[in-house]
Each structure stands twice: as C-alpha cells, then as structure tokens.
C-alpha cells in the first residue's frame, strides 16, 4: 500500500487496541495483539474494497462471480500484509510495542471452507483475479467446523471440529445481505393473464445471513471479495413448545437449519448425509444467485443485460443448480417467458469440470431431490425433456445413447449432464484431462456442441508458494534476475542462464538445506522423530484417494525397506518419506492406506540395523499453512496417480517453483510440467493413459503376483501384519477386490517400472551438480503455471471480462 508508514501503522494499531479491546499494546495479549493487526488490515483493505467497488459502477465493468463449494484460502494475515506491501512496516511496528509478528501469524488458523485442490484452486484464482485488476467475487459456505482436524490414533484418522471461526472469523464482515432459502412443501400452478404461475406452499424457509471476507491482490488498487452464507431460522425458538417443557423440541428447528453450515463435505454414505450436502449446495447457490440478481438489478435496472455484466462460473458440479435456480428467479420472479430466461442462463453460466471419477460426477436420486426441491425438479424436468428432444433429433433411434446423455434417467439427476446442457462453455483444467473429456467422458456432448469444450490449465499463486513461503529462495533470484518475476512469473526463465553456475548451484543448494531443516525441526516437535537434513525429502501430500496411489509409494518403500535389511550397507541414498493427507471420514480404505503408512513407520524408524538410511513421517492434519513449510524444503515431488484420472493437480506446480523434481506418471498437468522441462528434467515412468485404458478390460493383478517376487513378498507381509497390525484387506483389494474388480488403479501394473525410477532418483541425487541443474530448471520453468495466466486465459476465452485497473 502507498505512503503507509510504520509510524501511521503503529497509530491504527493503539487506536485498534483502545477501541475495540479497551486496552493499550504494553497490557495486550498476543491473542489480542493478533486480532488488532487483523482489523487494522481488514479496515485498510475495506476502504480499498469501496473505492474498487465505485470504479467498478462508474465504468460498467462486467464481474465474475465464482461458484464453489469450497475456498481453501490458508491464513490471510501474512498473505495481504504481503499483498498491500507492507509487510516490513508492519512487522517492525508490531516489534517496536514488544511482538514478534511471526508469533502473531501463527495463532491464525487456516480457514476452514476447503479441503483439497478443487479449494485450493478457487481460492487462488480470486487471488489472481485481484492481482490482475478484474472485477471478481466468489461465493459460498460459512462452515462453522470447516472438514475436521486430523489426530492420528494409533494409526487411525479421527476427525476433530475444527473450530477456526474463533481466531479466524475476525475477516469477516457481516453484511446486510439476507436471503429466504426454500426446501420442501409443493407447488401449486395456476395461470394468470396467459401466464403460469407457479407458487411454494408449505416449505420449510431457511434463512441465508451474509459474511464477507476481503480478497487481496498483489501491489494493485483492486480489491475483491468473497461472500459466505450462514444457515439460521426465522425463529430460534418455539416459545410454545418451550413452555410445555419440550425444550429439545422447541429448537429442533434451529438445529437442522444451522446443520446446513456446519461441515463441508458430511459423509453422504447414508440417506441422512446425502439429503444434507445437497441442502448445502442448494441453500449456497439460491443465496448466491439471489444476491448477483438483487445486485445487477439495483445497478442496471433490467436482467436483459445479465449476461454484459456479469459471467457465472460453476466450479465443478457442487454448484451445477446455478442454472434452474437462475431459471426459477427468472420465470416465477420476474415473469421471464423460458426461451428468453433460457439464453440469459445459456449465455451467463460457464462450467469447469474437475474430475474423469465417475463417482465424483454427482447424481442424486430423484425421489430426494423432488422432495426437497420441488419446483427446482419442476424446472429440471423440463430441461431435460427439451434436450432430449434436442438429442432425439441427432440421435434417432438411439434411446440408450439419449439415456446416458439425459439429465433425468434411472431414477437419479446427473449434475454434470446438467452443467452442460447449460453452460456456453465446458472446461478441462490440463490439456490431457480437456481431450479425455472430449473423446471419452463427454464424447456425446462434443460431437453436439464441440464450439463449447476449451481448456484452461490449473495455476498456482506463485507468490504465496516462493516469495511468502520461501522468502530465503526469492531474495537469491531477486539477486540474480531482479524482481520483475513478482509481477510477470515467466521472468523466471531468465534463471536457465544460471544453470551451469557451481557458484549458484551451491547456493541454491544451501537454501533447500535451510528450508529442510526448517522442516525438520517441524517433524521432530510435531512427530517426536529427529530426521536427517541432508538425506533426500521425498514428499507426497495430497488428499488421500486410491487413485492417487499413496499406496505405491509404500510398495515401494516396503521393498526398499526388504534390501536394507538383507544389506545394511546398501548403497543407497538415505531418504525421508514424508506424507501428508487426509481422508474422507467414511472412506474406510483410504483410512486404513494412512495406518498402514503410520505402522510401517513405526517399524522402520524404530529399526537402528538400517542405519537410519530410510524413515517415513506421516505428518498430521496436512493443510495450506504446513505445506508452506513442506514445498520449500521438498527435493522429490511424488504425483504417482494412474495415467488419465487426475485432472491436473496443482501440488505439482508448487513443488516444481521450489524446485523439486518431479517423480510421476503422464497424468494431469505432469504432461506439461514434462513438456516445459524435458526428460532429462523429471522422472517420469508407468503406463500412459492410452494403455492404461487398453489394460483395464483385460487386467488381472494376480499375474503381476505370480511374476515378481518383490510384489509378492510386499502382498504376504501385508497378510502377515505390519508392528502387530494385519493389513489382509488391502491385499484383498489389490488381488481379488471389491465387486468383481481387483487393483482399479494399477498398482502392481505400475510397480515395476516406479522401482526403476526411484533407483533413477538416486542416482541422480548422488551428483550434486547434476540434481542442482534439475532444480533450478523446474523453477526456472515453472513460470507457465502461475494463476495469473490462468485467470487471463478464462477472461480472455471464456468469461469476456475487461480490467478494472491495469
């Protein structure tokens, strides 16, 4: 921010203090001194919002309002101290009244709205969008609880709340913003003047209160935000059923209301779960969509202009009911004929799809979804018989090709169909994951629409992953190429004339050992095991799923373990496996993947006959704020998944910017991380996604067994139980499987050639100079994949915005 000094900083700070805490800085707590530089900044940021707000009216700029279940923001403090640049003067005034704004920004906890990439991703292309001076808000959900807090209990995940509204909802600004919600009840038709009426009887209404979080950008005037909906009821309380004496009764009501925004993502492996999450995604999206309506009405007068001023973007199917919601505004509100409220949806809703899972692709039943949202179903249905019509036509004859393409089939309502039925643009978020999407998860959809399928691969908000979290490499490349990357990331390229320098190679060396030790000082307070700096940090943390396959990073570690034991003067490179994930709280297999990774490691570092060459370290209840200690200190990135299920990934990147080496599979953004890089770079192995898909109708694991003794040896100490634990049903799972299908994701097709490339890894770790020259080039590279570009690449191609400030 301009002209902010440490002396008018220190000022807002006493006022701060005085006013809202009644205290002065000498008798202040840290937790009070904490919330302080929090308003002070929110106050800042706030004014900034307003006179961004203004500029965006008076120009008539077009706004991008980003659906999504969740925003996996991290901490905000450090972050928009960092973006207003004032990061220094805050930290020397809070150092002149006696605090440490290190100990400060670490009382802050991560925010709980998200959990994974999908989160992750939203959140930085709101950062993006700020940084390149659009106009932009995202919308979603205020859980009390965010997912959970990971404990690990003798190996097992046990879910805790996470309370972070305590010390992290001071960003919030509650707003005036209140929207009735409806669920239930029915719908009775009536025609009026030519015109159907159609009117909500005896739902149940529940309220959505508004709370808005400031979003930052790098050194701009711009300032975003981010809207979050509470649940709460019309009543608190049945007085007549208190006074009777059925107090639980009377705030039955409160309860199930406030449930909505409670947790993100409830187990949905029961009825019960499922009627929840999809109250969550409706009470968001009805909220949200009424709040963008209310707003371009107030400031252009007609809904006709929708889609001039304002681009809807669905980010992944949670929020697909944008588009009958919109539809209900537009017909029962405003008296829309369909055709027209069907081109203003059309032509305002855009969709990113994030996943080739087919069980990630949601449907729900259709007894439950018309049950709660009867006149949502109304509209749906009717969508949906208007583009089998549509389809009819392109497809005579062919009802079970109409089937599989319908939004409404088999009893279920397929949100995906929905979303691109709808939406005027489709897209994948890697290049290989956009053509899977085209020739093989919408093929259909394709030939009918090919105009609408575009890709956009994911980014990361590299300054939040180099110059905030890896302050130490940034002030060297300031040093080397000036500080031009801050704005621009592909100055970063500029760091490959530097690649055959000893002088920096060493340096960069130095600084990866700094960070490691960072980190090592983490594990040993966090986990109660010392680890070695200068061994090999191979590290894969990500959210725990089959397919990203954890697992093979154990089958490896397992065999590796096998030769140390034969040989403890293996000649090997000593190594830290470090993971970090979590699970879903009703996905058994992936819990017993995390125990069966936390028992092995019980073993192996217990075990003093391997010379400390190899130790894993599972590191609990992994988030944005512990990553930011583990991508700087990383040297082997792990992004194993099987070829052709994970969309992108975005951990990849932010490894690749700190400069660890890719170890992975020609999946996601991998193939462009090994396009920018090349071979010599990266260590890339296993099956492509091409012969994948042509292994899978003819695969059996069990042959894999039979022919590699390694495999074997790893499946009978599987059986025969691991420090006392015995992990029979994972070897089930891989040679006989669940309903008929064994290993789904190749595991033991893929083990082989993963054993080569680690071996490969090791090799080139023994020569300094060697994996120095491939860090710096993964940095150096890495330029590509910031959320800048991504964001430029979505206004440009897909949403037609036009920058507020430049």
């Known amino acids: 921010m301009k002209n902010m000094t440490k002396i008018e900083f220190k000022k807002l700070l006493e006022q701060k203090l005085m006013r809202v805490f009644g205290t002065e800085y000498k008798d202040a707590s840290k937790a009070v001194m904490y919330k302080a530089v929090c308003l002070v900044t929110r106050d800042i940021l706030a004014q900034k919002r307003l006179n961004f707000y203004n500029r965006i009216k008076e120009g008539g700029h077009k706004q991008i309002y980003y659906m999504s279940m969740e925003f996996l923001l991290g901490r905000s403090l450090k972050n928009n101290l960092f973006n207003l640049d004032i990061l220094d003067i805050a930290q020397n005034a809070v150092s002149e009244m006696g605090f440490d704004i290190e100990e400060l920004m670490e009382i802050e906890p991560d925010a709980g709205l998200g959990n994974g990439g999908l989160g992750r991703l939203a959140a930085a292309y709101l950062d993006s969008l700020t940084s390149c001076g ?17 404990k690990i209990v003798d190996g097992w995940q046990v879910e805790m709340p996470d309370k972070w509204l305590i010390d992290g909802g001071v960003w919030l600004n509650a707003r005036d913003s209140v929207y009735e919600v409806k669920f239930g009840g029915h719908i009775e038709e009536r025609w009026e ?63 199930m209301a406030e449930a909505i925004s409670k947790i993100l993502y409830p187990a949905d492996n029961h009825f019960e779960g499922k009627s929840l999450r ?73 969709y990113t799809n994030h996943t080739v899972m087919q069980e990630a692709l949601e449907k729900w039943p259709q007894g439950l979804f ?29 009802w079970t090709k109409i089937s599989e393409n319908a939004i409404l089939s ?49 980014g990361i908000t590299y300054r939040r992953w180099l110059a905030e979290a890896n302050p130490l490499l940034t002030k060297y490349i300031t040093e080397l190429i000036g500080d031009k990357f801050l704005h621009n990331a ?21 600084i990866k050992l700094k960070n490691k030790e960072r980190l090592a000082e983490y594990i040993k307070k966090a986990n109660g095991v010392s680890v070695d700096p200068n061994a090999i940090f191979d590290v894969q943390v990500k959210r725990l799923h089959e397919y990203k396959r954890q697992l093979l990073n154990v089958f490896h570690i397992m065999d590796l373990y096998r030769r140390l034991k034969e040989n403890p003067n293996l000649d090997v490179q000593p190594r830290v496996f ?49 990553a930011e200690i583990i991508m700087p200190a990383s040297e082997i990135s792990e992004q194993i998944s099987v070829a052709g299920k994970e969309a992108s990934g975005t951990g990849n990147m932010k490894f690749m910017i700190n400069g660890a080496v890719t170890i992975g599979t020609m999946d996601g953004a991998n193939v462009e991380i090994h396009e920018k890089v090349g071979d010599e770079n990266i260590f890339i192995f296993g099956l492509s996604s091409q012969e994948a898909d042509q292994l899978y109708p003819r695969y059996n694991p ?55 490339a680690q071996a490969s890894v090791d090799v080139a770790y023994k020569d300094l100079y060697r994996f120095q020259r491939m860090a710096i080039t993964n940095t150096a590279k890495s330029g590509f994949f910031s959320s800048d570009r991504s964001v430029e690449e979505y206004a440009n191609k897909i949403w037609a915005l036009s920058k507020v400030v430049k």
């Not at 808000?137 to 965010?146: L, N, P």
């Not at 709280?585 to 217990?606: C, P």
């Open 410 to 458: 088999d009893g279920e309502i397929r949100m995906a169909n929905l979303c691109l039925v709808a939406s005027h643009s489709v897209n994948g978020v890697s290049a290989l994951h956009s053509e899977i999407l085209k020739n093989d998860l919408f093929e259909d959809y394709y030939k009918v629409a090919p105009y609408k399928f575009k890709n956009v691969t994911n």
């Open 193 to 255: 003047n030519g015109r159907l009426i159609c009117e909500h009887k005896d739902y149940t209404p529940i309220i959505a209160v508004s709370f808005e979080m400031p979003i930052s950008g790098y050194q701009t005037d711009a300032t975003n935000f981010l809207r979050l909906w509470s649940a709460k009821t019309k009543n608190d309380i049945d007085m007549a059923l208190f006074s009777k004496g059925e107090y639980l009764q009377a705030i039955e009501a409160k309860a």
């Open 578 to 626: 470090i993971f970090g994930a979590k699970a879903a709280g009703s996905y058994y297999m992936a819990k017993l993947i995390i125990r069966l990774i936390y028992m092995l490691g019980e073993v192996i570092n217990n075990d003093p006959t391997i010379n400390d060459k190899i130790k894993i370290i599972f590191i609990e209840n992994y988030r944005v704020s512990l």
């Open 134 to 150: 659009y106009a932009a808000g995202g919308f979603s959900i205020r859980y009390d609880y965010g997912i959970f807090n990971q």
């Open 702 to 756: 069990t042959e894999y067994y039979s022919h590699d003794w390694r495999i074997q040896s790893i499946i009978d100490k599987l059986r025969a139980g691991i420090n006392g634990v015995n992990f029979s049903e994972i070897a089930d799972r891989l040679l006989i499987g669940y309903g008929g299908v064994a290993d789904p994701y190749l595991v033991l097709a893929d083990f082989a050639s993963y054993v080569d």
């Open 278 to 350: 999809l109250k969550q995604q409706y009470f968001f999206v009805s909220a949200s969509m009424q709040c963008v309506v209310k707003y371009h009405l107030k400031t252009y007068g007609t809904l006709d202009t929708l889609p001039d001023k304002a681009a809807i973007h669905i980010n992944d199917t949670h929020p697909a009911l944008c588009v009958p919601e919109l539809m209900r505004i537009l017909l029962d509100v405003h008296g829309y004929d369909w055709d027209k409220a069907w081109e203003i949806v059309c032509e305002t809703i855009s």
């Open 490 to 510: 592909d100055e970063l390229e500029n760091l490959l004339a530097f690649k055959g320098n000893h002088t920096v190679l060493n340096r960069f060396a130095e």
């Open 370 to 398: 018309e049950s709660l949202l009867p006149r949502i179903f109304q509209i749906v249905k009717e969508i949906n018989k208007r583009y089998c019509g549509e389809l009819w036509k392109i497809f005579p004859g062919e």
